[in-house]
């Protein structure tokens, strides 16, 4: 008898239906799976004879065949599980499935007494389903909240495989309320203090500037100093002031962290992601990649901040890597399966030491040759920092600094920061982008329109300074922001004085 039930397949960060056809039939006794199908899917079989035969059923000697179309797309993970399993009760007439073959979606994994436990990739199943036409899932109940944040459907959870037989065979489960995700938003506080604030730094005035005004428009930060400058520990604060991200963003945020198994048991993600890789990782770790390409830690941290500390540390060529994706806010990723895009529109933030003492410029502590400074420094490459809009020094902290309390919390420069983004949000309202520093260059005309004084001290700056192309346009970018959090129409010549000290570092 055959049968068939709809599961999904992780595809990079998007999800595909799958049709799962099962047929049992006379014959010698076997359990054949086909379909493209990794090692986790090949070991379905036994998960699921075991939860069968512990959820009361007894699987007669025949010829069990199950096959996961299309063929042509890699099935792995255990979302697979449940789904043969209902589908193989269905061929043996157990449940009756008639009425939900065009109509309901199934997945989960099960454990060897029937339980169904839980999954990664909830969200972006519901919303690839239900663009398909399907409004009905039976999922893990640990997963059900987080499915129920779209709307327009119903989420069934159950915990074990006998729930979803008793259901199909018109038994009554209670369908997950659907949650209020704009409401939820709008009453949302992130009052988290995730690594300290603001008010505990002594001193460098200017490069809390610099990354207020690196936040308030997402654009990418570098940091140079010896140790023991705040470097990190200015870095590291930034995550308390980001701007909250709107509801898309989180939809889209969500759905990246959801297949990553990172919601931490949320049912969605509010805050824009902090992501700091130890120096030590691969290019196909930072980037993603892998026969079958995963993400990631550039794409964990799309529309957030992607923090690498002691940048002239990492390998050359894990640094380079970083180079499209920067500019082109993605990650695009070519294998025999197919063509994988990975989304990467990230807010950079890194440190470095200036040499591999760390001291230089100052000779009284650094013992290193003109050579080697320019070595360490010269890992990282012209291009890269060609990308990056501001960069500043972080000077070591004078000791009447020290004794000093009471500067500025983390909550004040959010404030501005947010008013900054009100900004934006106003002005870009009909545009693809969001920020300031996605701009592209065929609008800098209408968004950073320059008077005739502010357009004689860009020309001088672009001739003295050799400026690229790209190093100009980033200067005017991150002028409109310094412009947006004065409450600036226009910009002035002082927010491009600023911006354009900010690239001297660079040059």
Same mark, same amino acid.
């Given at each position: ?8 397949a992780?595809?990079?960060?998007s ?6 056809e099962?047929?049992v039939?006379?014959?010698l006794?076997? &359990?054949?799976?086909v ?6 899917v ?33 099935k792995?993970g ?9 589908g ?9 499935l ?24 909830v969200?972006?199943?519901i ?9 009905? &899932? ?6 059900? #909240? ?26 009554q ?30 001193? $460098? ?24 400058s ?10 308390g002031?980001?701007?909250?991200p709107?509801?898309?963003e989180?939809?889209?945020?969500t759905k ?11 049912a ?9 890789? #130890? ?15 995963k ?28 180079? $499209? ?31 591999k003492?760390?001291?230089?410029p ?10 080697q ?39 004040d ?5 947010e008013?900054?983004?009100?900004? $934006? ?9 969001? &920020? ?6 065929? #609008? ?50 002082? #927010? ?12």
């Open positions: 008898m055959y049968s068939k039930v709809y599961s999904t992780l595809r990079g960060v999800m595909e239906i799958v049709s799962v099962t047929d039939s006379d014959g006794p076997s &359990f054949e799976m379909g493209l199908l990794n090692s986790e090949r070991e379905a079989k036994e998960r699921v004879r075991s939860a069968i035969k512990n959820t009361g059923y007894l699987l007669p000697p025949k010829r069990i065949t199950v096959s996961l179309s299309p063929a042509d797309i890699r792995e255990s979302y697979f599980d449940l789904p043969i399993a209902v193989i009760l269905g061929s043996l007439g157990l449940i009756n008639k009425y939900y073959e065009e109509d309901i979606l199934i997945a989960g994994e099960l454990s060897l007494s029937g339980e169904v436990l839980s999954m990664n990739g969200l972006p199943m919303l690839a389903a239900r663009e398909k036409g399907i409004r009905r &899932f039976i999922i893990p109940k640990k997963n059900a #909240h987080e499915g129920a944040i779209v709307d327009d459907i119903e989420i069934y959870g159950v915990n074990n495989l006998r729930e979803v037989v008793d259901f199909l065979n018109g038994g489960i209670k369908a997950v309320e659907y949650v209020d995700f704009e409401k939820m938003y709008e009453e949302y506080f992130d009052g988290e203090d995730r690594d300290g604030d603001f008010s505990e730094i002594n001193g $460098q005035e200017v490069v809390k500037r610099a990354a207020e005004v690196a936040v308030a428009g997402m654009h990418h930060l570098l940091l140079v100093g010896s140790p023991g705040g470097k990190s520990m200015i870095a590291k604060r930034i995550a002031i980001l701007p909250k709107d509801m898309e989180c939809m889209e945020i990246i962290h959801s297949i990553a198994g990172k919601l931490d048991g949320k969605v993600k509010m805050t824009r992601p902090f992501r700091a890789p #130890h120096h030590t990782t691969t290019d196909r770790a930072l980037i993603g990649g892998g026969n079958n390409p993400p990631g830690e550039i794409t964990l941290a799309h529309k957030g901040v992607l923090f690498l500390d002691e940048l002239a540390e990492f390998k050359r060529d894990v640094i380079d890597a970083l180079r $499209q994706p920067l500019e082109d806010g993605y990650v695009s990723i070519s294998r025999v399966g197919g063509a994988y895009v990975f989304p990467a529109n990230v807010m950079l933030v890194a440190a470095t030491n200036p040499c003492c760390g001291y230089y100052d000779r009284n502590r650094c013992n290193c040759s003109e050579i400074v320019k070595n360490y420094i010269g890992k990282i490459s012209g291009p890269i920092l060609d990308r990056i809009d501001i960069c500043v020094n972080t000077p070591s902290v004078a000791m009447e600094e020290l004794g000093r309390k009471g500067g500025e919390s983390s909550k420069i959010r404030e501005r920061v008013h900054a983004r009100k900004c $934006q949000i106003e002005r870009y309202k009909n545009e693809k982008y969001k &920020f300031n520093s996605e701009i592209p260059s065929s #609008h800098m005309e209408k968004y950073c329109y320059l008077g005739v004084e502010e357009k004689k001290l860009m020309d001088m700056a672009y001739n003295t300074f050799g400026l690229s192309v790209r190093a100009y346009y980033k200067i005017l970018r991150v002028a409109r922001t310094i412009a947006d959090l004065e409450d600036e129409e226009y910009i002035k010549e002082s #927010h491009i004085a600023e911006a354009i000290g900010y690239r001297t570092e660079l040059i």
